[in-house]
């Protein structure tokens, strides 16, 4: 008995992952983590030259480029 013992897996990681946006956007993370996407795109500093998405971490960005010089 107790067979249907579901180990859901919640613990997700990091919500603030260092993972690039270029990445998770394929998956469900913006499905599931609407809010945080929102923060890491907020307020966008940099630029993906390789699939054009913005992030305020450079981190978040696989090919970066600087949205605003100076
Ligand atoms: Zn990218």
Redesign the pocket.
């Known amino acids: 008995m107790g067979d249907k013992n579901k180990t859901e897996k919640k613990d997700k990681k990091n919500k603030k992952t260092g993972k ?4 998770l956007a394929k998956g469900d993370f913006i499905k599931e983590h609407l809010e945080d996407y929102k923060s890491l795109v907020g307020d966008p500093k940099y630029l ?6 913005v992030a305020a971490d450079k981190k978040n ?3 970066t480029e600087k949205l605003q010089e100076g």
Do not use: D, E, T
């Open positions: 690039a946006l270029c990445k993906c030259r390789k699939c054009g998405r960005l696989c090919k």
